[in-house]
């Protein structure tokens, strides 16, 4: 579900944090993220509602699913609040206030093992949304 505020002369998509949090793992997943990982960390954290974990096989597929995840929720009128480390493609982080999204090199996200940092979180089976490709809601 997504809505638009009119502030001065900007136009703001405000989208529902869940169908943000999809959007972002359908992409991944159509570039072929691998060990996808949807954490509801919201009863947990002030710090956003969702965390996206994903890795890729190589720090140029990294960038790919960092930079197809921009797209397609700029696409939706959604723009990050920040994205870091997009350069190096270790561990790309992008910050969409209610939604964080962590990309990893693969042996990078064995060192850093978020899911183990926020195992409080609720995992989000993704099986029948990773399915879904017509539209943005589930």
Sequence with gaps: MTHSVKHGKNTRTIMDPLAKALSCAR???D???SNIVLLDVSRITTLAD???ICS????RQVQGIAEAVQTRLRELGVRPLGVEGE??????LMDYGDVIVHIFYHPVRELYDL????SDGTVVSLDEHL???QGESS
């Design 50 to 52: 969702y965390f996206l």
């Design 115 to 118: 899911e183990s940092l926020w």
């Design 31 to 33: 570039r072929k993220a």
């Design 27 to 29: 992409e991944a997943d």
């Design 87 to 92: 350069r190096e493609g270790h561990w790309v």
């Design 56 to 59: 890729g096989r190589s720090s």
């Design 131 to 133: 399915a879904v490709r």
